[in-house]
Structures are given as C-alpha cells and as structure tokens.
C-alpha cells in the first residue's frame, strides 16, 4: 500500500469491506456523514489503492469473475395436445437463468465472492435478475443498455412434457465485447478464475484467451449449446478447464461418440487442441476427464430416480467442479463434487438449490 490511513478512511474502509456492494448513498447515511465528506474520503481510498473504482472492489480481495448469460426463462406447458394458428390453454412457470449467471449464484451460494459481467436491458426482466442474484454476486460491473433488452429463453412444452418450440432472444449478449472487458480489466486482473460461457462473441473468447495467458489466471470456458460451439477458438491452449457435453464435442471435433473408446479418443483430440484439463459429460452415462498430467478417468453418473427437473444440472455440476478445483481438492473428488452438486440439482424443483451453502455441499459430498 501507498500511504498510510487516517481514522475515517479506515472507518469508511472497515464498513465496505462488512458491505461490499453497498451504493455511495447508503454508507453515507449508514456513517452519518455528507455525501461530499464521503466522496472525498473514497477518493483517498482509490488514489491510495486500497479499493479499485466506483464498486469499491477491496485491494485484497480475487474474486472469480463469471462472464456470459443471464436471461429470463419462461416455460408454458400445454394441458392438452397444442393447435397450431388459435389459442392454446397452458400453465406456466418463470426463472432467472443464464449458464454464467447460474454458475456464479452457485459458486457465490458455495461462499466464494464472485463477480459478474454481462449486458442487459433497463428493464423490468433485468430489475427480476438483479433481485435474485445480487445477494450471491456482484453485479455491478454488467453493461445496462437503454434500447436493448434483457435476454430471454421461452419454451413451450407439450402435453408429454417434451418442448414443442423455443425461443431465445439473447441479441444483447452480442455486446459483451472486448471493448467492454477492456473496461473492466482492473476487475479481471483480480481474479483468481475467469470463467466464461459460449453466449459471449467469439471475438471476446479470443481476447480472453489472449488476456489470461499474459497475466496467468485461469480460465474455465464452459459452452451453452451445439450451435454455439464455432465461438470456440482453435488453438485452447489458454484454457485451464473446458467442460462439454458429447453433443458440444461431436459437433466442435466433427466425429461420433458410440462407445467408450470414441469417449476416450474424444478426450486426447481435445488435450491436443492444448486444453489442460477436459471433461465430456454423457448425461446418465457419466463423464470422462483428462488432465494435465494425461491422466484419462471414467466416471459414473449417480442414479437418481426421482427427476424433478433437469434444467441447470450441467451448470451446477461446472459449479462444483470449480469450486473442488480452486480447494486443490484430488481429481476424484473434483468430479465427484460436481457429480453430487448436479444429483441434488436434479431433484430439486430450482436451476441452482435453494439449499445450497458450504455446509450442505460437504454434507452431501459424506452422505453420497
């Protein structure tokens, strides 16, 4: 540090770091003083490089920085067989979402700090978002844009339960730009992991790349879906951690998954793409990872017999694995935490448990 602090300074350092995302406005009040006598305090604090910017980021701390999808997810289920051209009677249900946003309440809910870029709208479906993520991360560096909107994934499934049509409006992630990272690079510097997911613009994979290789921070791609994965770029060898399902890897590899020695073939093309760490999910199969050390291991699912619902089960098992990973926890327990986190997902009627908390998820991880 650069200088040493006076009492005020160390008050109003000492309340940010018990209320890290409070506004200006509140710790005002909350320290009695005026908003001028506080903005000149804070302005100390910066020029001193005790805390980082307007979001008073702490000096100290590194966070993991989470950057990709949030999204409003809208399903209505028809009650009888649909018809096409006239009204259809349906019930319906509504979520926050998004692969990033979801990875991040999990990690946030696990008791990490984490950070979290994306853009959205100024809109009523990104005030929804706001409400229920920021008490697990901080959101205060995604891009509000006013003539956007808000992403959104809308599906309706029919009488059996099976998606009829969906729909994705998801344009304003196209403005997670490098531009924009650039922005934010004190922010990224401080983290201990970037994790990004494949709604970002390939160009923003690329400059990621680029970025965590020149200041050697970790970096977890995780992709969203089959179509997205020529976001990825073709050399990976800035990649600590890439996690894909066996569609995501048959489309990017362009080969066929039939058996076990296909699964295990897929995992060597991956590791010479110059990824360190890869793991290929095969839904109630299991996973197979690779790691650095060329290590190849097969893992089977857990057998969960009462499914609630699957949504948000891969990005629940990216969370654990994460999470057990930065612990400097073994590979079998690594891939058996994010097999656990993504078992009890499942059978849960949320995207991420309501339940979840440190605590818990060593408690699930003894009992499983």
């Not at 020029?47 to 000096?59: D, I, P, Q, R, T």
């Not at 990824?275 to 291991?297: C, F, H, L, S, Y």
């Not at 656990?340 to 009992?367: A, C, G, P, W």
Request: glycine share 6%; with cysteine.
């Amino acid at each position: 540090m650069t200088n040493a602090m006076n009492e005020q300074e160390e008050l109003v350092l000492g309340t940010i770091k018990d209320h890290p995302f409070i506004s200006q406005e509140e710790l005002a009040e909350m320290l009695g003083m005026s908003r001028s006598s506080l903005a000149n305090i804070l302005a100390s604090l910066i020029k001193k490089e005790y805390v980082f910017g307007k979001a008073y980021v702490l000096n100290e701390t590194a966070p993991i920085t989470c950057i990709g999808g949030a999204n409003i997810d809208r399903k209505f289920y028809a009650q009888s067989k649909i018809t096409a051209e006239t009204s259809n009677p349906v019930r319906s249900s509504r979520s926050v979402g998004g692969v990033a946003r979801n990875i991040a309440e999990n990690l946030g809910r696990l008791g990490e700090e984490v950070t979290f870029i994306s853009a959205a709208g100024t809109d009523s479906e990104w005030d929804e978002i706001y409400e229920l993520s920021s008490p697990f991360m901080n959101l205060e560096h995604v891009a509000k844009l006013e003539h956007a909107s808000t992403g959104s994934y809308t599906a309706v499934l029919d009488q059996n339960g099976d998606l009829n049509i969906a729909l994705a409006d998801m344009e304003v992630f196209d403005q997670i730009t490098p531009e924009l990272l650039i922005k934010n690079s004190t922010i990224l510097r401080k983290a201990k992991c970037i994790v990004v997911d494949l709604n970002c613009p390939s160009e923003t994979i690329d400059f990621l790349c680029y970025f965590t290789s020149k200041n050697n921070i970790p970096l977890v791609i995780i992709p969203v879906s089959s179509p997205k994965m020529s976001r990825l770029p073709k050399s990976l060898n800035a990649v600590t951690w890439l996690i894909v399902n066996k569609d995501e890897t048959e489309t990017f590899l362009n080969i066929s998954i039939n058996d076990e020695k296909d699964w295990e073939l897929s995992i060597k093309k991956w590791m010479e793409l110059g990824v360190k760490n890869i793991i290929v999910t095969n839904g109630a199969k299991g996973v197979m990872v690779g790691r650095e050390d060329g290590e190849i291991r097969y893992y089977p699912a857990i057998d969960t017999p009462n499914v609630v619902d699957v949504t948000g089960a891969g990005d629940s098992f990216c969370s654990a694995v994460i999470f057990s990973w930065l612990q400097k926890k073994d590979t079998d327990f690594i891939i058996k935490s994010g097999l656990v986190n993504s078992h009890k997902t499942i059978m849960s009627n949320y995207t991420v448990r309501q339940e979840l908390s440190q605590k818990q998820f060593m408690l699930d991880m003894e009992e499983i």
